[in-house]
């Protein structure tokens, strides 16, 4: 896949991928782990009577780009696959890294340290269990904002976290290894459908908030009064407070356009020369400036995700956290939710490590409440394994889908020297698209640039030009999320043809703003289009193309135990508390009726402390 071109270094000869790939792949789960062999076995096979990995490296590149040209989805699909796997292992090598001239770093604009993290006390469960007043299962967005909210209303609370504890002190400095570390399923969490899109979440203390681009929205007042007509949920319209108090506590602060990276600023210029609104993105990380490992966690903690915010609050308040209990199930006296069990995955000493040495059981008592929030994808798993919630419990997934619209400057963009999210267009909201100028580093960018073999290699070189705008939607279409054998995750997306024209038209879009910001080229990440010139757009705007000839991703998954005040459409109540049970709430992103539309980590602290403060009211 890399035969090395203009001062790249030869996969395998000069730097060894598939050793370190291969050790990644040890984080997946035996199902993910058989599907990825299964996809590389077809991907080696495909070049039938012959295999790929025994083609010389002319037979290959030919093979390569005639799987670039192929209009067969499933070519597509496993071509992509052996990108990103590839790249993962290639692009993260300081050689790589090196001949490209992209260079890792984190900083504050005046040089200084973010301020410390807070204590979370000892985080090691003990031997077999503990008791408390609430035991809360997730320790993202919604589970420490509920956590600092019941402690400091005097409530015995206990974190339980799948995922492991780290810190500035302490993440993997590879980055292979802290995909590994820090993902669930290492990143390769995929929702099937036509696209198969990857939806991943984080599992570490702190949940997804540790690696994500610290972007803070408000849900748009529409998307709330809809929530309070339709839904029922009165207190919607209300969290005007709950958002102040929470971005004061965050350090939200809008990015100054000066010191947001040249990729900002080019969407920035686009936006203005097309008279498209827009600004720059307000985030939780104070003033850093510059990025490379905000989807490794954030080298400095400049970024305050939970883990370094609410959960030290919380721990400061009394609570208890526990890193690396995965629970299985809640327990149940009749109706009423008294507990959970769960099993310790890895000792702490061996916490990064990604293979489990031992489990041993681990069971909590919860004198008043449990709480679910272990994300739009855990918390469905768990009530499902529980056996709770009814039949909508897993359905109604929705995920923004997001089509990364790379673009060639002949400037010098060098999207790493700034900040990794940055630049809003809200102008095509009514049709439900949002622009967000989003620059991932090589080792996850990298799988998305156009080519393969040779001609990817050639646009990698080229990364230091390129500018890239993510187009999300606030989609219509959803999935489920259900439990496969042996009670493994499965979701699966269906992308309706009327969010697939959406996203197109937002495609268009970025397009439009790029160019209008200079671009010469633009790459809409669709198979059959390749590369998009100026004059292309009105042909590209006439055609309509298919869902699975769109390449998405998605990093917003929500709605898998929705509130809705009528049983038969939700999961919840409007307090958060699962329909026919007493004692077991959920406060996560899954509590949302529909997609939310905006980058959700707000509004999913917002409505964790609703639910909370409710719940320490009754509790009281
Ligand atoms: C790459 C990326 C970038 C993003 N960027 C942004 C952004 O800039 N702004 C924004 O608003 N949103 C962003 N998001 C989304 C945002 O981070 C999430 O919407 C938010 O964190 C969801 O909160 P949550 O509490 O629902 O779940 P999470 O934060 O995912 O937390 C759930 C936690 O529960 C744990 N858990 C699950 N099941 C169990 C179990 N059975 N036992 C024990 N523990 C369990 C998991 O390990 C996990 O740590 C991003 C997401 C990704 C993937
Ligand atoms: S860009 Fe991300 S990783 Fe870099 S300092 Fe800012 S928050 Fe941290």
Not at 317 to 334: K, N, P, S, T
Request: aromatic share 6%; glycine share 14%.
């Amino acid at each position: 896949m890399a035969p090395g071109v203009g001062g790249l270094p030869v996969a395998e000869r000069d730097v060894e991928v598939s050793g370190p790939v291969a050790e990644f792949m040890r984080s997946l789960s035996p199902k993910a782990l058989g599907q990825m062999r299964l996809g590389l076995r077809i991907f080696e096979w495909l070049p039938f009577p012959r295999r790929f990995s025994h083609l010389d490296a002319a037979a290959r590149d030919r093979f390569l780009q005639r799987l670039e040209r192929s209009r067969l989805g499933l070519k597509h699909e496993l071509l992509l696959m052996a990108k990103v796997l590839s790249t993962l292992g290639y692009a993260v090598t300081p050689q790589v890294r090196g001949a490209i001239g992209f260079e890792v770093g984190c900083g504050l604009a005046d040089g200084s340290l973010p301020e410390p993290a807070g204590s979370l006390g000892d985080t090691e469960p003990p031997a077999g269990g503990e008791e408390c007043d609430v035991v809360i299962v997730g320790s993202g967005a919604g589970g420490a904002v509920a956590a600092a909210t019941l402690a400091e209303a005097g409530l015995d609370v206990l974190v339980l976290e799948a995922g492991g504890h780290y810190n500035r002190d302490n993440y993997p400095s590879d980055q292979l290894d802290a995909i590994a570390n820090l993902y669930r399923e290492g990143g390769l969490t995929i929702a099937a459908g036509k696209p198969a899109i990857p939806v991943p979440v984080a599992r570490a203390v702190g949940g997804t908030t540790v690696i994500n681009s610290g972007t803070c929205f408000r849900a748009p007042d529409p998307v709330l009064e809809d929530w309070r007509q339709r839904f029922g949920i009165g207190w919607a319209g209300q969290l005007d407070a709950d958002f102040a108090e929470a971005e004061d506590f965050l350090r939200v602060t809008p990015l100054d356009p000066e010191r947001m990276g040249r990729n900002g600023q080019l969407a920035m210029e686009g936006a203005a020369a097309v008279g498209a609104s827009g600004g720059p993105i307000s985030r939780n990380a104070g003033s850093c400036v510059q990025c490379s490992s905000c989807p490794f966690g954030c080298a400095i903690d400049a970024k305050r995700g939970m883990h370094v915010s609410y959960l030290p609050r919380a721990v400061a308040a009394g609570a208890r956290v526990r890193a690396g209990v995965e629970v299985d199930r809640v327990l149940f006296e009749g109706d009423r939710a008294v507990g959970v069990a769960g099993a310790v995955a890895v000792p702490a000493a061996m916490r990064r490590q990604v293979r489990p040495r031992g489990e041993s059981r681990f069971t909590v008592r919860a004198r008043r409440a449990v709480i679910v929030a272990g994300g739009a994808l855990g918390t469905p798993e768990l009530l499902l394994r529980s056996g709770v919630g009814g039949g909508q419990v897993g359905r109604n997934l929705h995920i923004h889908p997001a089509c990364w619209v790379g673009a060639r400057y002949e400037e010098e963009v060098r999207g790493w020297d700034g900040v990794m999210q940055s630049f809003y267009i809200d102008q095509w909201e009514p049709q439900r698209i949002l622009l967000e100028a989003t620059f991932t580093p090589l080792a996850f960018g990298g799988g998305w640039l156009l080519g393969a073999g040779r001609s990817h290699q050639e646009a990698m070189l080229d990364f230091g030009h390129i500018g890239s705008i993510g187009v999300h939607l606030s989609d219509e279409s959803a999935g489920r999320v259900g439990l496969g054998t042996p009670g493994s995750l499965r979701a699966s997306y269906r992308l309706t043809r009327d969010d697939a024209d959406r996203l197109a038209f937002g495609i268009a879009r970025a397009a439009e703003v790029h160019f209008a910001a200079g671009a010469t080229e633009v790459y809409p990440n669709i198979a059959r289009v390749g590369t998009l010139r100026p004059n292309d757009l009105a042909g590209f705007e006439a055609t309509r193309f298919r869902p699975a000839e769109l390449r998405l991703e998605a990093f917003h998954p929500m709605g898998t135990a929705r509130i809705s005040a009528d049983p038969r459409a939700g999961v919840c109540a409007t307090d958060g508390s699962v329909h026919g049970t007493e004692g077991l709430y959920v406060a996560d992103a899954s509590l949302f009726p529909t997609s939310v539309g905006v980058n959700p980590m707000m509004t999913v602290i917002a409505f964790a402390k609703q639910v909370a403060r409710r719940l320490a009211s009754v509790a009281a």
